[in-house]
């Protein structure tokens, strides 16, 4: 079953617009998860990597005003874009450091498809 | 920078022949490779990891490793219409970092 649940799984908003997206890990604490985005035919880009009890560490042109992540306990982290825009359309998706057991180097979660009208 | 590449494709094979896919990687110290396969509008899945030269069989997949080369590659023996995908190469970098380095995918098709 799912390690790592994101939600929302969809969101349609209007430019302008704030939307937060959630990723937990299920039955594990994480203290690191990453987050990703994906526009149509990229790869996954990571954005940034969030610290429990700690600023998050974000890659390089990434914007750290416009993309707000929280990992405020050991189990959730957050990803606010803020006062969205069309260009911030994309498949957002966290993921966790696999665990030791699973053979898996990251649990990704369902990811988050983000529409900006 | 720490680059991975693919072929981006298309890659188009008929049903039960086998499908190639190459990845290089840059970071010459890099300890462990994986392949992930991504559905239109999902997250990655893993299918095969491999972490020392030569072949690793699991399945219909096969993955190779040459670190002299640089080099992965992942085999899909009797291709079905269902590995239609986009298959992801990706790369832990040496140094201990949990961060995967993905290519950009190649987009198999896999004709009935």
């Known amino acids: 079953g799912a390690v790592v649940s994101q939600h929302p799984s969809w969101v349609i908003c209007k430019s302008g617009t704030s939307v937060k997206i959630e990723c937990r890990s299920l039955?594990?604490?994480?203290?690191?998860m990453f987050w990703y985005r994906q526009f149509p035919k990229q790869s996954l880009m990571l954005m940034a990597t969030?610290?429990?009890?700690?600023?998050?560490?974000?890659e390089q042109g990434v914007e750290k005003d416009k993309f707000l992540i929280n990992h405020a306990s050991l189990t959730l982290s957050t990803l606010t874009v803020t006062s969205a825009h069309p260009e911030d359309s994309s498949f957002y998706i966290c993921?966790?450091?696999?665990?030791?057991?699973?053979?898996?180097?990251?649990?990704f979660g369902d990811g988050t498809r983000l529409s900006i009208l | 920078q720490k680059e991975v590449e693919q072929n981006s494709g298309p890659l188009s094979v008929p049903e039960g022949a086998i499908a190639s896919l190459n990845c290089t990687y840059s970071?010459?110290?890099?300890?462990?490779f994986f392949w992930y396969r991504q559905y239109s509008g999902k997250s990655p899945e893993l299918i095969m990891s491999i972490y020392s030269n030569g072949d690793k069989e699991d399945g219909r997949f096969t993955a190779q490793l040459n670190k002299a080369s640089q080099y992965v590659s992942l085999l899909i023996r009797d291709s079905q219409p269902s590995d239609s995908a986009t298959y992801l190469c990706a790369v832990l970098p040496a140094g201990g970092s949990e961060k995967l380095v993905f290519g950009k995918g190649t987009k198999l098709t896999v004709n009935p």
């Open positions: 969030s610290n429990e009890g700690s600023k998050a560490t974000y």
């Open positions: 993921s966790a450091p696999g665990l030791i057991y699973s053979n898996q180097p990251q649990h």
């Open positions: 039955d594990f604490q994480a203290t690191t």
């Open positions: 970071d010459r110290g890099s300890q462990s």
